[in-house]
């Protein structure tokens, strides 16, 4: 069993930036993490993965160039620094984990089983 905990989420203006963390505990053996991101009434949307054995990482178009995930390993913890914010960023991010390889961008929820309580990232006009 994977547990996670999501933090750095708050309030920002148009332009600014966050760093989101996300901590796994009880398993040794993920192989690949992501982000993802809801608005109330719409789908989640995934917007980073990486590969905890290649390293690789993986970015929807909306935040391509904008956003990066990064972990260190050091600490055991999953990062998205998020720059260049703007109103369409509001949502709430959760972070997810699956104890299996997965091939190309891995954007997709069905392929995670662990996820965390998410939270919450407000971006004012």
């Known amino acids: 069993q994977v547990h996670l905990v999501e933090s750095g989420g708050g309030s920002v203006q148009t332009g600014g930036s966050l760093k989101l963390a996300c901590l796994p505990s009880?398993?040794?053996?993920?192989?690949?993490m992501g982000w993802f991101r809801q608005v109330p009434g719409k789908e989640r949307e995934g917007i980073a993965s990486i590969s905890l054995t290649g390293g690789g990482t993986y970015y929807a178009d909306s935040v391509k160039g904008r956003f990066t995930i990064s972990r260190d390993a050091a600490k055991n913890t999953l990062f998205l620094q998020m720059n260049s914010l703007n109103p369409e960023d509001t949502a709430m991010y959760y972070c997810?984990?699956?104890?299996?390889?997965?091939?190309?961008?891995?954007?997709?929820?069905?392929?995670?089983?662990?996820w965390g309580q998410g939270t919450q990232v407000a971006v004012s006009s």
């Open positions: 997810a984990a699956r104890n299996s390889y997965c091939l190309g961008t891995c954007l997709r929820d069905d392929l995670y089983m662990y």
């Open positions: 009880g398993s040794t053996s993920i192989k690949r």
